[in-house]
């Protein structure tokens, strides 16, 4: 998402004229200690002073408490995971009234596609409510620094993902799934898709029809919606991850949608299903995010460029090209798998014609609300 790179973003830490107190630096001891790092400027004092808080009984757990009213967001989910699993804060109201916060199953795979690992998880998200029981989730992703692009090393690898360069993409919000059919109708009010259903991607869309949704988005409820940036979708996607997939060393048909009789690495053959499926139906990445890999091509932000020179550094759209056509991004039901990579790019048309394979998702940086709520 393109904006001043000078400028703070919702949940930059903005340093003043005057010296500012380490994390780790010496300070007042006790609860009085705590107390006073819990308002530093700095967020990362004010998380390590909730992790210390622990050590004061029912002192220490009101201000963990407190901090679930912090304007950052960051400092919310520290709180929320110090307090979430304590049987003796029960009679509290629920947490998620502070920061919803789903969870999930993360897994990876070896080359074979045969399951290796399997973790718990959670992340935060927002809901926005759509009207008529249609609800768009959000989910936040934290920001961070990456290897954009694949090595020349990677089985499948092509010259326009590449050179790899590192990017730094702050924090924003990207929706937990691709936009449904539903949410389109919600806010157009018509479906343009080829495989009609409720919860299935939205798909033959067009460029102007997407930026036409996000514009009518915004204005439906008042936030700055848009495309994801390529630098941001490729960071969500990754979600921490440095293999071809957020799976791992490749997928199956049963992580994602794709033309599953040319997989990639040493998976086997699997189902061609030939059509979308609900969005949701496949496991989610570290970031919570379901179908980044197949199912449909997602539209980004920018224009296409052959290669990386050039590129951005801190997660900004590219917009500057004498290109006619448009990033996409992670491949979809009917591509082999070594197109839904998570470093593959590939591009559609400003003024071309839509397509049952064409669907997107949206980011914004929303305000993380300040609950009134007394415990």
């Not at 973003?9 to 010296?19: H, M």
């Not at 326009?160 to 360069?165: G, L, S, T, V």
């Not at 048309?349 to 997107?360: E, P, Q, V």
Request: proline share 6%; glycine share 10%.
């Amino acid at each position: 998402m393109s904006e001043n790179q000078n400028q703070p973003r919702e949940y930059d830490a903005v340093l003043g004229g005057q010296n500012s107190m380490p994390v780790n630096a010496a300070v007042l001891g006790g609860i009085p200690g705590v107390k006073s790092r819990l308002v530093s400027p700095i967020v990362e004092v004010r998380i390590a002073a909730l992790s210390e808080a622990l050590k004061y009984g029912e002192a220490g757990l009101d201000l963990i408490i407190q901090a679930l009213h912090d304007e950052s967001m960051q400092v919310k989910f520290a709180a929320y995971l110090l307090l979430k699993d304590r049987d003796d804060l029960k009679t509290k109201p629920p947490f998620q009234d502070y920061l919803p916060v789903f969870e999930f199953d993360v897994i990876t795979v070896d080359a074979y596609g045969k399951e290796n690992s399997r973790r718990k998880s959670s992340a935060h998200y927002l809901r926005e409510d759509l009207g008529n029981g249609v609800v768009l989730e959000m989910v936040y992703i934290p920001g961070g620094t990456f290897m954009m692009g694949s090595p020349a090393t990677e089985a499948g690898s092509r010259h326009h993902e590449r050179p790899q360069h590192q990017v730094t993409v702050p924090t924003f919000y990207l929706g937990k799934y691709p936009i449904t059919q539903e949410q389109w109708q919600a806010v157009t009010g018509h479906n343009p898709s080829k495989f009609t259903g409720a919860k299935r991607p939205v798909e033959q869309v067009s460029w102007g029809g997407v930026v036409s949704f996000c514009q009518k988005l915004s204005e439906k409820t008042g936030k700055n919606y848009n495309l994801p940036s390529e630098a941001e979708w490729e960071y969500a996607c990754r979600a921490g991850t440095t293999t071809a997939f957020h799976f791992g060393e490749t997928i199956t048909p049963d992580l994602v949608n794709y033309q599953g009789y040319y997989p990639y690495a040493s998976a086997p053959k699997g189902l061609d299903r030939r059509e979308t499926t609900s969005v949701g139906s496949f496991p989610p990445n570290g970031f919570g995010l379901y179908d980044m890999h197949g199912n449909v091509w997602e539209l980004c932000q920018d224009y296409w460029h052959d290669n990386y020179n050039g590129a951005p550094s801190f997660g900004s759209a590219w917009d500057t090209s004498g290109s006619p056509n448009k990033v996409r991004r992670g491949g979809s039901w009917d591509y082999d798998a070594v197109d839904c990579r998570a470093a593959n790019r590939s591009y559609t048309n400003l003024g071309g014609d839509s397509n049952r394979n064409l669907g997107f998702r949206v980011a914004a940086l929303l305000r993380i609300p300040v609950f009134s709520s007394s415990l």
